[in-house]
């Protein structure tokens, strides 16, 4: 891939400036200075990565191994002891819940049974050391707004036989896009100066942090890394049976696309490496072929396994140099950027990389209140921390949700059920307007429910509603 390297005279003068800016913020550390200025000069040089289409190449089995394919794991639980000892798992605990109308980080939503993410992945994590005698701990990476109320939430867990850790993402100047100054010094000395710069953040982190090092001394070899808000994302032993025997560098899950997903990353095969495709690096001339699932089958579920000691020799060679994601916002009325990194992009630089592509079961975010009702729902139960989908539910696709801004929070979207209705049957729901929903209530096939402007709509308890168009109670 050709890539220029040299900052023009104006970047580099725009650069300069900018670091001895940078020198004077004494509010993060050299090593998020350094690695900030890494970044913008990457971005100055214009290192853009573009994607030869023609070069493109559908991944073979050997390179996106199929789950079916990978070995069964022995029954011997000190075999299995013996793997669950080499791993660590990592959830990314960035993000708050601000779309979801929360305060505080994501992961202590509830999402069934009182239980939140953070919940959820502990009892998880508890039942794997209590079942095999092994210590998998769970690392945590925050950023500075998830921090301190994550400090204070896993004091509940104090008596739990998981180790947790936590440590923080690197805290990055947001740029001010007209002087290339760092927004913290126009006077902007709170929150809204900074920003996280995204996932690929965590390999720089986890060193800096001294997490990896120390994980590496205790005989840890793997890292499970996976967004906090993915209730499939649970550890498989037959996933990191395959990567310790086949000397997997990294492996990057991914499953079918389906056309809700036609906007997440694939991965390709180019110039001989694995690597992933996003969106965004696609000549516009071939957006629509990329969003097909006809020639691009599978996307990126962001569930990703990591050797660490090849984290470790590429962190300390500067080889990780992800594609920069170039995230513009306004702030004050200042207009500015914030350079991002995605971890997933790292595939390429890793020796031995492959995806391995899991079962659906293994993708099952929760970003929106239409997420939240299909997990609270009987379409899922919930056992030792895992969340289990019905088996009486026939379709393998899950039903499609759409809920009015109405219900876009999650207070609104809790008052408005009396109980989560039914939907093992269902295919599609869409809600629009001012409606409650009753208790008992049965949904089936495609049902679509608007309330007319200035009306409340009250489905009552008990209603079974199947293929229904509904715009008031007399159609109920």
Known sequence: MASAATVSPVGTEKLSNLKSAVAGLNQISDDEKNGFINLVSRYLSGEAEHVEWSK?????????????????????????????????VLKLNGGLGTTMGCTGPKSVIE???????????????????????????LLLMNSFNTHDDTLKIVEKYSNSSVEIHTFNQSQYPRLVVDDFSPLPSKGQTGKDGWYPPGHGDVFPSLKNSGKLDALLSQGKEYVFIANSDNLGAVVDMKILSHLIKNKNEYCMEVTPKTLAD???????????????????????????????????????????WVNLKAIKRLVEADGLKMEIIPNPKEVDGFKVLQLETAAGAAIKFFDNAIGVNVPRSRFLPVKATSDLLLVQSDLYTLDNGF??????????????????PEFKKVGSFLSRFK???????????????????????ILKGHVSITAKPGVKLEIPDGALLQDKNIIGPEDI
């Open 56 to 88: 493109i190449l559908t991944p073979t089995d050997e390179v996106v191994v199929p789950y079916d394919s990978l070995a069964q794991i022995s029954e011997d639980s000190e075999e299995i002891k013996k793997l669950l000892n080499k791993l660590v």
């Open 111 to 137: 999402v069934r049974d009182g239980l939140t993410f953070l919940d959820l992945i502990v009892i998880q994590i508890e039942n794997l050391n209590s079942k095999y005698g092994c210590n998998v701990p």
């Open 262 to 304: 036609v906007k997440g990353g694939t991965l390709i095969s180019y110039e001989g490496r694995v690597q992933l495709l996003e969106i965004a690096q696609v000549p516009d001339e071939h957006v629509n072929e990329f969003k097909s699932i006809e020639k691009f089958k599978i996307f990126n579920t962001n569930n990703l």
């Open 387 to 404: 969340v289990i989908r019905n088996v009486d539910r026939t379709n393998p696709a899950n039903p499609s949700i759409e809920l009015g």
């Open 419 to 441: 109980s989560i209705p039914s939907i093992v049957e269902l295919d599609s729901l869409k809600v629009s307007g001012d409606v409650w929903f009753g208790s008992g209530i």
